[in-house]
């Protein structure tokens, strides 16, 4: 399987220098998601990694909308693949982490009952992974190519 090497990296800055080296949500990273979508077939694993990245990084930023919309294509994507049990849990705990944080910052609008919903599906996935070292905690992320 091909997977394309993002430059993008969940950062919490508009223009991360140390990581991406570019604005989330800006110039670079939508013509990279552009070029994705328009060569790779509508699920492949390097949009759903830009996806998340980018989906990550806004939710950090509390542009929790913005991230909505990303991750919530990702995991439509990466939930159909029988491939991609790291992904889906990347992308999990990153919905997850999204809807804690939108809860926080806006409580009583229903955030929380969603990320309930996004850790049981967390849960449930890693229940059914294997225990080894590549399915232990912190090895969350996209894959290593």
């Known amino acids: 399987m091909l997977i394309l090497e993002s430059p993008l990296k969940a950062c919490a800055s508009d223009a991360c220098t140390t990581h991406c080296s570019m604005p989330v949500k800006g110039y670079y990273s939508d013509r990279l998601l552009a070029m994705y979508r328009r060569i790779l077939p509508a699920d492949h694993p390097s949009i759903c990694i830009v996806e998340m990245g980018m989906g990550s990084a806004l939710a950090k930023m509390g542009r ?82």
């Open 64 to 145: 929790y909308a913005g991230a909505e919309g990303l991750l919530a294509p990702a995991w439509d994507a990466i939930a159909r693949r029988t491939d991609a049990a790291r992904l889906k849990k990347w992308c999990l705990e990153a919905l997850v982490e999204l809807y804690e944080s939108w809860d926080t910052a806006e409580p009583g609008k229903g955030y929380a009952e969603k990320a309930a919903e996004w850790r049981a599906k967390l849960e449930d996935l890693r229940a059914t992974e294997p225990r080894s070292d590549e399915a232990t905690e912190g090895n969350a992320g996209p894959p290593k190519p």
